[in-house]
């Protein structure tokens, strides 16, 4: 095959951004949709557990290694009792939810919950509603779930049968409240003032636990990024975290346009982290605040669908985005960007997990499949563990509908010293051309490809079925090291992962 583009890169194992913390890697399920009902939950399923989980998605799932994963919501929790989730389940009240429009019965809960995400090796990323409750509730969850005992909520989880506190050491402090579409709806003065008197609450009732405050739902918000500035003025000493949450879509058809929104998702990022700092250098701080972008993916397929469904049923299927090969690609991209901040980016929750906006679908009481974007999360979560290097990246570039100076190769580099692992991922942009990649790898002496992991397809909107699984990774690429230079061809618009050990 005959390439007319060529890259370079020179990675050192000097150029150290920062370890990443594999928390990157986490996701999300909200009580919407079937992300929890017919998704993780289904007792009727063949493969459910004792405790009515489905066995087929938590194989999936231990595949992707989540480390950690928000719950329960999400608009969702802007107007979640947390009490209707805990006791006896058929005492449980059924309610509306009114973020989604649907009847929540409740059957899963806080318990339930955190049970099943221990059982595939996550934490639980616990979210305190400040819609429409506030700091007794958040407080009240908190001791519920981390007291040892003693107190009212404490024996209440021991009456529940959970003796052992749960010791959930990461918070949001609400979601999305910038929204006015989220129950609650705050102004920042409000939330700011809101969300520093929960977090003193809730390190008094549990000093060893994370919070998170809540940033911009998105760029185009009118109030990006006053919120931030705003905000932190009254959280920045009480929180270890602000958030980010970023969706796309490709609704004018434009994939090269497409393809260029992880330089809108790096924007966001340097745009928070220096109001970050201004605000640190406002008050004169020590400390440097983390970014937690826990809400990111695609997510426009399944807009139409969702007006036609009707309100107040149980689980329907909202959010139910089916994904295709330049889909991958955008979250690829997207995983890439937040690699190369490892210094700022600590925690980052793929949008959701199961059916809803998901790498996982399934039928309920059938089966279970991979949509093309678990494939690049998967390989990330693999392989992108270790120390975020620097690529220094000369590639060719294009000029898109909304953004300037795009180059075709997007990459990342991850060494795990203790493996003695080099990870180079490396995504060609160009949607009609190979690229032959060169990449000085000279500080990596005695190094030796091990594999080259590709994800392509002729057809940019290729989807995976149940039936079917058209876009799935093959390890035929040819990179090879020779010399302290990795040479590869990266094929029109594909994913790689090129792995190196000695
Ligand atoms: O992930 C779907 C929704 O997107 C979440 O509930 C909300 O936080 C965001 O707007």
């Known amino acids: 095959m005959t390439s007319m583009l060529k890259s370079r890169m020179v990675?050192?194992?000097?150029?150290?951004?920062?370890?990443?913390?594999?928390?990157?890697?986490?996701?999300?399920?909200?009580?919407?949709?079937?992300?929890?009902?017919?998704?993780?939950?289904?007792?009727?399923?063949?493969?459910?557990?004792?405790?009515?989980?489905?066995?087929?998605?938590?194989?999936?799932?231990?595949?992707?290694?989540?480390?950690?994963?928000?719950?329960?919501?999400?608009?969702?929790?802007?107007?979640?009792?947390?009490?209707?989730?805990?006791g006896p389940v058929d005492q449980r009240p059924k309610r509306l939810d009114l973020a989604w429009r649907t009847v929540e019965p409740?059957?899963?809960?806080?318990?339930?919950?955190?049970?099943?995400?221990?059982?595939?090796?996550?934490?639980?990323?616990?979210?305190?509603?400040?819609?429409?409750?506030?700091?007794?509730?958040?407080?009240?969850?908190?001791?519920?779930?981390?007291?040892?005992?003693?107190?009212?909520?404490?024996?209440?989880?021991?009456?529940?049968?959970?003796?052992?506190?749960?010791?959930?050491?990461?918070?949001?402090?609400?979601?999305?409240?910038?929204?006015?579409?989220?129950?609650?709806h705050k102004t920042a003065e409000e939330y700011g003032r809101l969300a520093l008197e929960t977090a003193k609450v809730m390190r008094q009732v549990d000093p060893s636990i994370e919070l998170v405050s809540c940033g911009s739902s998105h760029t185009a918000m009118p109030t990006f990024p006053q919120w931030e500035a705003e905000t932190l003025d009254h959280t920045y000493e009480a929180v270890d975290y602000i958030s980010l949450h970023q969706y796309y879509g490709n609704r004018d058809n434009d994939t090269a346009n497409y393809l260029a929104r992880s330089m809108d998702m790096d924007h966001f990022i340097h745009t928070v982290t220096s109001t970050c700092d201004y605000i640190k250098a406002k008050k004169r701080s020590k400390k440097t605040m983390m970014l937690s972008f826990d809400e990111w993916n695609v997510w426009y397929h399944s807009n139409d669908a969702d007006t036609k469904l009707d309100p107040w049923t149980i689980a329907p299927p909202q959010l139910e985005d089916v994904y295709n090969f330049e889909d991958a690609l955008l979250v690829g991209s997207m995983l890439l960007?937040?690699?190369?901040?490892?210094?700022?980016?600590?925690?980052?929750?793929?949008?959701?997990?199961?059916?809803?906006?998901?790498?996982?679908?399934t039928e309920n009481g059938g089966r279970a499949w991979k949509q093309t974007i678990f494939y690049p999360y998967l390989h990330a979560s693999q392989y992108g563990r270790g120390v975020s290097l620097m690529p220094v990246v000369d590639s060719p570039v294009y000029d898109a509908q909304d953004y300037t100076d795009v180059p075709y190769l997007d990459s990342a580099v991850v060494y795990n010293e203790e493996s003695e692992e080099l990870t180079i991922f490396a995504l060609n942009r160009h949607l009609e051309e190979g690229m032959e990649l060169e990449c000085d790898v000279r500080s990596f002496e005695g190094y030796k490809v091990t594999q080259h992991l590709v994800l392509e397809h002729e057809d940019l909107k290729a989807v995976n079925t149940a039936a079917e699984e058209k876009v799935k990774p093959h390890a035929q690429g040819d990179a090879i090291c020779q010399d302290g230079k990795v040479t590869a061809h990266l094929s029109k618009a594909s994913w790689n992962v090129i792995r190196l050990s000695k």
């Not at 809960?109 to 639980?124: P, Q, R």
């Not at 960007?337 to 959701?352: E, F, G, N, S």
């Not at 997990?353 to 679908?361: C, F, G, Q, S, Y």
Request: negative net charge; glycine residues 12%.
């Open 11 to 86: 990675v050192d194992k000097s150029f150290r951004i920062a370890e990443v913390d594999s928390r990157v890697y986490g996701s999300f399920i909200e009580h919407l949709g079937r992300a929890v009902y017919g998704g993780i939950y289904e007792p009727s399923h063949p493969t459910a557990d004792a405790d009515g989980f489905r066995g087929d998605v938590k194989e999936l799932l231990k595949q992707l290694n989540v480390p950690i994963i928000r719950y329960p919501g999400g608009n969702f929790v802007s107007g979640y009792n947390w009490e209707d989730g805990v």
């Open 106 to 184: 409740n059957e899963v809960g806080t318990n339930e919950f955190i049970k099943w995400a221990s059982g595939i090796g996550s934490e639980v990323m616990m979210a305190v509603n400040l819609g429409t409750r506030g700091i007794d509730a958040a407080r009240n969850l908190l001791e519920y779930c981390n007291h040892p005992g003693g107190t009212y909520w404490s024996d209440l989880r021991s009456k529940h049968g959970v003796k052992e506190p749960h010791r959930i050491k990461t918070w949001c402090l609400g979601n999305e409240m910038d929204g006015p579409w989220q129950i609650g």
């Open 337 to 361: 960007t937040m690699i190369r901040h490892a210094d700022r980016v600590k925690m980052a929750c793929l949008a959701q997990l199961v059916n809803v906006i998901a790498p996982i679908m």
